[in-house]
């Protein structure tokens, strides 16, 4: 007979880096006895990885954390003992402060920790840890391989995780608080990674950092690689046929990246490349070190680099002094970009950072106002986006299985979400589709004998 596994259940909130660093403690803790459960009445541990960019994000922790202390007390009283796990950018940014304000978590582990989770929850056992120290030693060091039969269940794309922190010190965000300074991982290190994903079947992969562009590794050797030396060699794994990578500061988007993305078929034509406002006064308030014309320069170069290229980006509506003319100046900006996707969000204020104690806070109504009338607009871009992809064929990786029987749902090279009538044995492939119809979200197409951008049309054209 084999011994009981004890249950873990994990929930996630915030970025992709969470959704990875979720996977790596699901990893770290396998080797402790832990499954996986999707059931919190019977789990023996729950972690919850948070996420403090925005204050609303915060404030979800502790009513989940309310939410399960009951379940804990429940379970108490048929004798069962139930840890609680806060980690993630929460547990790093407050501290002692959750165990004072929720007295029923047993232990805090920040971001750089999880390596030591054995040992935390050892010690957990004696009464409340809190470790959010940051320790000396890479975690990436001492964390267990990926697991890849976890992510094998989870479909043919993956995360990796390349590059941490951020030395930018936007004056809005508490990342580089939370996450702490700029760190690569070493070259070796990632590929050794990715070539266990793509023997795992992972088709795509998205390297991550808080400001990935900035990546700047080493191999054993010693070499300097920079984010394009580093796709280059992805590239070259076979099997992994698609690189995206997220997020970048236009201040990182150097040369070699751009020519990078004219260069690399497998660097997906799509890039995430925040601006978070139009205006140069609020720009230079935020702390970005760039203008507005940086920004559109730069996208001038990106597309002549990769003409079919689409752009995703982030605003923040409200930043402390934002005026009705600045305001303008974001809207200008989305319209003059075309987005195919972007993120907007109403400033926050975070505890130790600059812009925090600013005067000018924007009132509540005038940012939301405010945030509708960008969304509007971005929405329509969006659309616009989509249904300009109708007629047209292209590559996409079929993901998952779709909502109706006999579909599957992938994601084209520019990340729009395709529904596709196809056979089950054809997950974890790419496969030729032509698009018939566009959603705002979405879009449909069905599967054609050729693969590569438009190449229905080119063989139509010439015969
Ligand atoms: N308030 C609102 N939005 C924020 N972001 C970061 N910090 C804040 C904040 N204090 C947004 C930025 C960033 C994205 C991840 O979250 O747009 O690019
Ligand atoms: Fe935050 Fe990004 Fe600015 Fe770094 S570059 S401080 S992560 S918004």
């Known amino acids: 007979m084999t011994a009981s596994l004890k249950k873990l259940f994990v929930k996630t909130f915030g970025c992709q880096m969470n959704v990875y660093d979720s996977g790596r403690m699901v990893d770290a803790l396998a080797g402790e006895g832990y499954e996986t459960t999707e059931r919190l009445d019977e789990a023996d541990l729950v972690i919850l990885n948070t996420c403090h960019i925005r204050e609303k994000a915060a ?107 951020c030395d930018k010190f936007c004056t809005f ?116 070190r760039h203008t507005r014309d940086d920004y559109l320069g730069l996208i001038d170069r990106i597309r002549e680099a990769r003409p079919n290229i689409a752009m995703s980006g982030d605003f923040i509506v409200g930043f402390p002094g934002e005026t009705d003319a600045d305001f303008e100046d974001t809207l200008r900006i989305v319209r003059e970009v075309g987005y195919a996707h972007a993120f907007s969000f109403k400033y926050s204020p975070r505890p130790g ?33 989509n249904s300009a992809t109708v007629g047209r064929s292209f590559d996409v990786l079929l993901e998952k299985p779709g909502r109706k029987p006999g579909q599957l749902v992938g994601r084209s090279p520019y990340l729009q979400s395709v529904n596709v009538d196809a056979p089950a044995h054809l997950r974890g492939e790419i496969v030729g589709v032509r698009i018939t119809s566009a959603g705002p979200n979405s879009l449909f197409g069905e599967m054609t004998a050729v693969r590569g951008d438009d190449a229905l049309a080119r063989m139509e054209a010439v015969s």
């Open 173 to 288: 965000c508490v990342v580089p608080y939370t996450r702490g300074a700029e760190v690569s991982r070493p070259v070796e290190a990632i590929l050794a990674e990715a070539s266990a994903l793509a023997e795992a079947g992972m088709r795509e992969v998205t390297l991550l950092g808080q400001n990935v562009n900035a990546y700047h590794g080493e191999d054993r050797a010693g070499r300097e690689y920079g984010l394009a030396d580093l796709i280059r060699a992805l590239a070259a794994i076979d099997g992994l046929e698609r690189i995206r990578y997220t997020t970048s500061h236009p201040r990182d988007m150097d040369d070699a990246l751009i020519a990078a993305h004219r260069d690399i078929p497998e660097l997906m034509p799509y890039l995430h490349l925040p601006v978070q406002s139009g205006s140069d006064r609020i720009l230079a308030a935020m702390n970005r």
């Open 59 to 165: 404030e979800k922790v502790y009513s989940e954390i309310g939410r399960i202390r009951a379940v804990k007390e429940a379970r108490r009283s048929d004798g069962k003992q139930t840890l609680i796990g806060v980690a993630g950018c929460v547990a790093q940014a407050e501290g002692e402060e959750i165990v004072r304000r929720a007295p029923a978590v047993d232990l805090v582990v920040g971001p750089q920790s999880y390596h030591r989770l054995p040992d935390i929850l050892r010690r957990a056992q004696q009464g409340s840890v809190v470790e959010t120290e940051f320790p000396v030693e890479d975690k990436f060091d001492h964390l267990p391989g990926v697991t890849t039969g976890r992510l094998r269940k989870a479909g043919p794309t993956a995360f990796l995780t390349i590059q941490e922190g």
């Open 353 to 385: 950072t600059p812009a925090a104690g600013l005067g000018a806070q924007v009132p509540e109504a005038v940012m939301k106002a405010r945030l509708a009338a960008l969304q509007a607009v971005i929405e329509d871009g969006q659309r616009a986006f």
